[in-house]
């Protein structure tokens, strides 16, 4: 059953951070939408769909920092 990203919430909204992927490269410019503790969008920021803006609860500018999606008590 698909519902769509455009049906997905927003928690939290993570905005221009560099991601530190898992082979090691780090892109920079880019957002992550998580939902109850799960990543429900991430990729170049200006690919970012607007209803995640829109819905957000929490919007963190993640600017000199380096984040490091789904690394969990490591």
Known sequence: YYIGIFNMLCEKLLLNATILTKDGKQEPHQAIAIDQGY?????????????????????????E??????????
């Open 65 to 74: 920092k380096l984040v490091s999606p789904g690394l969990i008590d490591c």
């Open 39 to 63: 990543i429900s969008w991430s990729g170049p920021e200006s690919q970012l769909p607007e209803h995640f803006r829109q819905k957000a609860k929490t919007i963190e500018h993640c600017e």
